[in-house]
């Protein structure tokens, strides 16, 4: 398993999002998958950059390897507030351009791009674990 | 991320970005079509050819952009989009609410 901790702040989007797209790389995952994988990643460090150190600086951690049915598990976990993604409801898709709401789309993206997504809240830290097929 | 413009045709500024619109990248993309609006110019066509990644920070700067663009009676087109782009865009409905097209060529014959 492969493992990276930086400070989370947008600053840190590059780094983080190029260490675990260097592990799909390496793992053999196809450009394609390595661009949704990106995003995925990409999705999930922002929320924590925006919501989880709303007072203090805080850390946020990625680990990145393959599970036992060869799809690529991504968790990153962050000591901030409590915050689910997955309790967020899905945006509105249908509305037109003046009434479409700016912003909400980030965790739908995630959820629409992997196979399996789980968080849990575990010892005053947010886990989101995700996996994607090969 | 780069962006070029690369002429104004019909009324319309032609601009090419390339590269990645991510969560860092955005608020620059932005900032570059509200210039261009604040200079009076309420109509665009994006070629997307040489984007090779967007995130939902470059889909909100978009909507952002047209909504302004609504409210002027203008309009944002967007063209050549690859297909990592173009499966950002249907997953997350933008396709059906932001003009896509194949080529600038195609963007331009639909402009009035």
Not at chain 1, 24 to 34: N, Q, V
Request: charged fraction near 30%.
């Amino acid at each position: 398993m492969l493992t990276t901790k930086l400070p989370a702040t947008i600053e840190h989007l590059k780094k983080l999002v190029e260490f675990i797209s260097g592990c799909a790389r390496e793992k053999g995952f196809t450009d394609k998958r390595i661009r949704e994988i990106e995003l995925a990643t990409e999705e999930a460090l922002v929320n924590i950059f925006s919501y989880a150190y709303p007072e203090k600086a805080g850390n946020v951690e990625v680990t990145c390897d393959l599970d036992v049915n060869d799809r690529l598990k991504v968790e990153i976990l962050d000591s901030g507030v409590l915050f689910n993604p997955l309790s967020l409801s899905d945006p509105d898709l249908t509305t037109d351009v003046a009434n479409r709401k700016i912003g909400g789309l980030g965790v739908f993206l995630i959820r629409k791009i992997v196979d399996d997504i789980q968080y849990r809240r575990d010892d005053d830290r947010n886990i989101l674990t995700f996996r994607i097929l090969r | 991320m780069e962006i070029v413009n690369t002429g104004k045709e019909k009324n319309a500024v032609l601009l090419a970005v390339k590269g990645r619109i991510d969560a860092l990248s955005a608020p620059e993309f932005e900032k570059e079509l509200v210039e261009w609006i604040e200079k009076g110019e309420t109509n665009f066509i994006i070629d997307l050819g040489d984007l090779d990644y967007i995130s939902s920070a470059g889909l909100r700067s978009i909507l952002a952009t047209a909504k302004k663009l609504k409210a002027n009676e203008g309009q944002i087109l967007l063209s050549s989009l690859k297909d990592a782009v173009k499966e950002v865009f249907e997953i997350s409905g933008f396709s059906s609410i932001i003009p896509i097209y194949e080529s600038v060529e195609t963007a331009l014959a639909q402009m009035q």
